[in-house]
T-cell receptor
């Protein structure tokens, strides 16, 4: 059973470009969570999605950031008009149910904005 | 609010024990422990729930003091593979609402031969 897949693993963008980060949850998992990690910092919750629904986006910046989890295909975290402060590691996690259970993390996408 | 972890870093020799602490200013429902090696995904270690239930690996032990809003992770007879950064994540709500974890800054554990 493959784990959580994320791609790309490394992404370099120039200021003003768009970044698209993809996450395929583990088989059978319909709950996806995105976290951002800055150097020397813990993981910060961004958004929680179920298939075709955004459940909680309270941790996501109001502008330039969006997330989706379509019926078919991976979850996408989209960052428009990237700035240097967006440089970070972005982790996706999934779980079969939400709440009192383990969240399985992917290997992350390391975004560098030049 | 972000939980506070202590110590920030610890260096052990193989076979020694360590305790990592996690404190919150808010009433907690759950504490989740993960270990992350450099450049890799966080790996689940344990969940402790209000009321005493625990879910996790047999070789890892932890405690959860609900009144003090604290949790401690106990690593005994450390092995080289234990090296990494340990994060605690705290959840405030019971049941299906307990998905939003707030993580501490981590404790860097280094185990030397």
């Amino acid at each position: 059973n493959a784990g959580v897949m994320q791609n790309p693993r490394h992404l370099v963008r120039r200021r003003g470009q768009e970044a698209r980060l993809r996450c395929s949850p583990m088989k059978g998992h319909s709950h996806v969570y995105w976290y951002r990690q800055l150097p020397e910092e813990g993981l910060k919750f961004m958004v929680y999605l179920q298939k075709e629904n955004i459940i909680d986006e309270s941790g996501m910046p109001k502008e330039r950031f969006s997330a989706e989890f379509p019926k078919e295909g991976p979850s996408i975290l989209r960052i428009q008009q990237v700035v240097r402060g967006d440089s970070a590691a972005y982790f996706c996690a999934s779980s079969p149910v939400a709440g009192e259970n383990e969240q399985f993390f992917g290997p992350g996408t390391r975004l560098t904005v030049l | 609010q972000q939980p506070v972890q202590s110590p920030q870093a610890v260096i052990l020799r193989e076979g020694e024990d360590a305790v990592i602490n996690c404190s919150s200013s808010k009433a907690l429902y759950s504490v989740h422990w993960y270990r992350q090696k450099h450049g890799e995904a966080p790996v689940f270690l344990m969940i402790l729930l209000k009321g005493g239930e625990q879910k996790g690996h047999e070789k890892i032990s932890a405690s959860f003091n609900e009144k003090k809003q604290q949790s401690s992770l106990y690593l005994t007879a450390s092995q080289l593979s234990y090296s990494g950064t340990y994060f605690c994540g705290t959840g405030l709500n019971s049941g299906g609402s307990n998905y939003k974890l707030t993580f501490g800054k981590g404790t860097l554990l280094t185990v030397n031969p």
